[in-house]
């Protein structure tokens, strides 16, 4: 068992983020990220915003945010669930009801009904056409033809040992190894940890736009679509 709030405010401390930066970075409100080191949960707007705040805000720092989730959940949603004022018993129909309901279902479903087959006419009619302007093949054509997200290594002068993670520095291990001068790999992706040991021998691209690396000797870094955050370690 770990201290959730704690630990993310010392993360976020040791890289000297603020709270403005974060909500820009994430999307995520301040004044959630507060609550979330705070640990004051009801604060925030349903255990499902709780899990995805608490998830995006940890991996944005560079943690494990399954860890955090696991340890929310065997904390705080037991006793939320014991706090939960007791369900009314529902209502019993009057019998001048049940008559207007049986109604009520009766109508929308003959509605439904007929709206299909409205819609099953249209489309039997000779010479009908089911491709929209617009809609159909040129949306698919677009989005065939969009480029997936491609993290591109190239090595220079004496080329340089690297370690590449997905997502996180505890994720999937994509690349490691010493990438050579005129070497190149790809990875797909647009989110990695790195691990570079000489900067100087290396060249890096996101989606094709050059990740700017600061010259310091095993540089950590988190490299997103928005924004290159360097690790202290």
């Given at each position: 068992?770990f201290?959730?709030g704690?630990?993310?405010k010392?993360a976020?401390e040791?890289?000297?983020l603020g709270?403005?930066?974060?909500?820009?970075?994430?999307?995520?409100?301040?004044?959630y990220?507060?609550a979330?080191?705070?640990?004051d949960f009801?604060?925030?707007?349903?255990?499902?915003?709780?899990r995805g705040?608490?998830r995006?805000?940890?991996e944005y720092?560079?943690l494990?945010?399954?860890?955090?989730?696991?340890?929310?959940?065997?904390?705080f949603i037991?006793s939320?669930?014991?706090?939960l004022?007791?369900?009314?018993?529902r209502?019993k129909l009057?019998?001048n009801?049940r008559p207007?309901e049986r109604r009520?279902?009766l109508?929308?479903?003959a509605a439904?009904?007929?709206?299909?087959?409205l819609?099953f006419a249209?489309?039997?009619?000779?010479g009908?056409?089911t491709?929209?302007?617009g809609?159909?093949?040129?949306?698919?054509?677009?989005?065939q033809?969009?480029?997936?997200?491609?993290?591109?290594?190239?090595?220079?002068?004496r080329?340089t040992y690297v370690e590449v993670?997905?997502?996180?520095a505890s994720?999937?291990v994509?690349?490691?190894?010493?990438v050579?001068?005129?070497?190149?790999d790809?990875?797909p992706?647009d989110?990695f940890?790195?691990?570079?040991?000489?900067?100087a021998?290396?060249r890096?691209t996101?989606?094709?736009?050059p990740?700017?690396?600061p010259?310091?000797?095993?540089l950590?870094?988190?490299?997103?679509?928005?924004?290159?955050t360097?690790?202290?370690?």
């Open positions: 068992m201290e959730i704690n630990s993310l010392e976020r040791r890289q000297g709270y403005s930066e974060i909500e820009l970075a994430t999307k995520i409100r301040a004044k990220i507060r979330l080191e705070e640990e009801t604060s925030i707007p349903g255990d499902a915003y709780i705040f608490l995006s805000y940890a720092l560079g494990d945010g399954d860890v955090y989730v696991d340890e929310y959940a065997s904390r037991t939320w669930r014991d706090d004022p007791p369900r009314r018993e209502r009057r019998t009801e207007i009520t279902v109508l929308v479903l439904i009904a007929l709206v299909a087959i819609v249209a489309f039997s009619i000779p009908s056409s491709n929209v302007p809609v159909g093949g040129t949306q698919k054509h677009n989005r033809s969009a480029p997936a997200p491609m993290l591109v290594l190239r090595g220079v002068g080329g993670r997905h997502n996180r994720g999937k994509d690349l490691q190894g010493t050579e001068a005129g070497q190149t790809r990875l992706g989110h940890y790195l691990l570079v040991r000489t900067p021998g290396l890096i996101l989606n094709g736009r990740v700017s690396l010259a310091r000797h095993n950590r870094i988190l490299v997103t679509p928005k924004r290159t360097r690790l202290r370690g």
